[in-house]
């Protein structure tokens, strides 16, 4: 079974320092992964790592700064993630597919939960 989570949240902040915690590895590991690694250009690499153990490769599918980044899970899932400008800040629309249920998975609806 296919599972998905969505989620759009408006950040009181710029468009560039939106994209900039979604892509910079430093800021992934304030808020996503123990330890991130991430080469945002299409065809680039990235390694997520958790304190449990648990680990997560992608690929950049698309990657359009401050506006677009689309990542394939190496489980077949992806990760959609959209910016726009908006009053008050910037709007984070994310969309994950993954076959199956996993820390970053679960990580991912808890974050977004909390940032609302």
Do not use: C, K, Q
């Not at 939106?18 to 299409?42: I, N, S």
């Amino acid at each position: 079974m296919e599972l998905h989570v969505e989620r759009e949240v408006l950040f009181p902040a710029e468009p560039a320092e939106v994209w900039e915690a979604l892509t910079e590895p430093e800021r992934l590991e304030e808020w996503f992964a123990t330890e991130a690694e991430l080469d945002a250009r299409p065809g680039g690499e990235g390694v997520f790592r958790w304190g449990d153990g648990d680990e997560r490769r992608a690929t950049v599918r698309e990657a359009e700064p401050e506006e677009r980044l689309v990542l394939d899970w190496e489980d077949g899932g992806e990760v959609v993630i959209e910016l726009e400008e908006a009053d008050g800040g910037t709007l984070l629309r994310v969309r994950e597919t993954s076959p199956e249920w996993s820390t970053a998975l679960e990580l991912s609806a808890l974050s977004w939960a909390f940032a609302r």
